[in-house]
T-cell receptor
Framework: DTGVSQNPRHKITKRGQNVTFRCDPI?????LYWYRQTLGQGPEFLTY????????KSRLLSDRFSAERPKGSFSTLEIQRTEQGDSAMYLC?????????????FGEGSRLTVL | DQQVKQNSPSLSVQEGRISILNCDYT??????FLWYKKYPAEGPTFLIS?????DKNEDGRFTVFLNKSAKHLSLHIVPSQPGDSAVYFC???????????FGTGTRLTVIP
C-alpha cells in the first residue's frame, strides 16, 4: 500500500493526558499537512510542512499542539494536556512537488476521543 | 468565519438521475476550487477541480460549474450510481495554496 498511513487509527484517552499521532506520507511527496475534522464539519487546516520545515500554522494549533517532521519523511502531531474539545478526527495529507493547487492525498485519519 | 459553505447537509437521488451538489463561497480572492469525496472510515479523496478562469470542467460523469459573479459552484453527477453515495466536500485553497478551506459537506445517497 503506497498511500498515506496514519497511526494509531483510534485513540481513547483521559483528559489531561498527552497523545501522539504519526503520519507516513506517500514517499515521493515533499509536502505534508495536518487537518482536524469534528462531527458535522469539514476538515480544518492545522499545519503544513515542506520537507522538514514547518511553513504554516493555523491559529487552531494552540500551544498544546506540536507537530514535527524531523527528516522530511514521517510526521508526528502531539497534543499535550488533552481536553474534551480536542476530540476529533486528525487527518494527515501529502502532495507532490508539482502539485495541482489543493489536490491532497489524505490518510484514513486518527480518531481521538478524550474522556 | 466559514469562507466556503455547503447549505445542504444531505441529498437523496434515484439511481440514474442527476445529482446536483451546491457550494457558495465568500472570499473573492479564491481562484481555484476542488471537490473531494469521502466514504466512511476513509480519508477524503480528490474528485475534480476548476480554475476561476473557467466556468465548467468535466470529467466523465462529473461536471463542476463555476459562477464567479454569484460566488457559487455546483457539482453535477450524471447518471448517479449507488457507489457515488458519500459525503462531498467543496474546498478552496487560501493564499499561498498551502491550506484548504472546506465546506461542511453534503451527504449524497443514491437510491438503487
Amino acid at each position: 500500500d503506497t498511500g498515506v498511513s496514519q497511526n494509531p487509527r483510534h485513540k481513547i484517552t483521559k483528559r489531561g493526558q498527552n497523545v501522539t499521532f504519526r503520519c507516513d506520507p506517500i514517499s515521493e511527496h515533499n509536502r505534508l499537512y495536518w487537518y482536524r475534522q469534528t462531527l458535522g464539519q469539514g476538515p480544518e487546516f492545522l499545519t503544513y510542512f515542506q520537507n522538514e520545515a514547518q511553513l504554516e500554522k493555523s491559529r487552531l494549533l494552540s500551544d498544546r499542539f506540536s507537530a514535527e517532521r524531523p527528516k522530511g519523511s514521517f510526521s508526528t502531531l502531539e497534543i499535550q494536556r488533552t481536553e474534551q474539545g480536542d476530540s476529533a478526527m486528525y487527518l494527515c495529507a501529502s502532495s507532490p512537488r508539482e502539485k495541482v493547487p489543493g489536490e491532497l492525498f489524505f490518510g484514513e485519519g486518527s480518531r481521538l476521543t478524550v474522556l | 468565519d466559514q469562507q466556503v459553505k455547503q447549505n445542504s447537509p444531505s441529498l437523496s437521488v434515484q439511481e440514474g438521475r442527476i445529482s446536483i451538489l451546491n457550494c457558495d463561497y465568500t472570499n473573492s480572492m479564491f481562484d481555484y476550487f476542488l471537490w473531494y469525496k469521502k466514504y466512511p472510515a476513509e480519508g477524503p479523496t480528490f474528485l475534480i477541480s476548476i480554475s476561476s478562469i473557467k466556468d465548467k470542467n468535466e470529467d466523465g460523469r462529473f461536471t463542476v460549474f463555476l459562477n464567479k459573479s454569484a460566488k457559487h459552484l455546483s457539482l453535477h453527477i450524471v447518471p448517479s450510481q449507488p457507489g457515488d453515495s458519500a459525503v462531498y466536500f467543496c474546498a478552496a485553497p487560501g493564499a499561498g495554496a498551502n491550506n484548504l478551506f472546506f465546506g461542511t459537506g453534503t451527504r449524497l445517497t443514491v437510491i438503487p
